[in-house]
């Protein structure tokens, strides 16, 4: 049946991840080489975006929200009035990369100060999946935080880690595709009606009996 009415759900799950990390450190570079296969010089990131890609992985058709925010907005959460926002920013994310840019080292120590607090603090999935990156590898000989010491913060923090560059896009791929197909062997991020998948405002499946039109709400 070649008809779209009644067609099969354009994915079989749908992710939240995050981008969290230092400004400056890549962020939304590593995003833009990821969704788009391409590299600019951006600027700060203002507030709260995210980028959609759908990927088949694992055998699975996949939507990926990737969310991506600055710091500003993280240091508001230390505000009463901003802890709903930080809090909505974290809750039902499946993964959540971290970064920092391997030729600054307060990037790396901030991971461990603020935002492995932060997570601990609002993320609402246990089995939340974590990635370490250290971005910026093309820059080797400004090189101030050794790849040994990355792999021994993800093995204390139990993230999984990779080092890549946005502007030669090394390991791009491979730093989202790790990440998911972690999820993917997480039955728990994986389960119909768990709480993070309930919560997540992103969820889109088309309801048995479709009245009329496909509109979505
Ligand atoms: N050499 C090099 N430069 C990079 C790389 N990734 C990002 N940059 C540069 O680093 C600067 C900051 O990159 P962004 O992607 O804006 O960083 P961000 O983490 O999103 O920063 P905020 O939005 O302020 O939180 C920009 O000038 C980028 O061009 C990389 O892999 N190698
Ligand atoms: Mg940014």
Known sequence: ??????????????F?????????VGKSSLLLSFTSDTFEDLSPTI???????????????????????????HFAAGQERFRTLTSSYYR?????IMVYDVTRRDTFTNLRDIWAK????YSTNQDCIKMLVGNKV???GERVVSKKEGIDFAREYGCL????????????????????LKILETPSLLAEG???????????????????AGGCC
């Open 161 to 180: 880690f990779i080092e890549c560059s946005a502007k030669t896009r090394v390991n791009v791929e491979q730093c989202f595709e790790e990440l998911v």
């Open 118 to 121: 932060e997570i601990d603090l």
């Open 138 to 140: 093309d820059k080797e």
């Open 92 to 96: 039902g994310a499946q993964g959540i």
């Open 1 to 14: 049946m070649e008809s779209s009415s009644g067609s099969a759900p354009e994915f079989d799950y749908l």
């Open 194 to 212: 768990s709480s993070s998948v309930k919560k997540n405002i992103f969820k889109q499946k088309p309801p048995e009996s479709d009245a009329s």
């Open 47 to 73: 507030g709260v975006d995210f980028k959609v890609k759908h990927v088949t992985l694992g055998g699975k058709k996949l939507k990926l929200a990737i969310w991506d925010t600055d710091l500003t907005y």
């Open 16 to 24: 939240k991840l995050l981008m969290i990390g230092d400004s400056g």
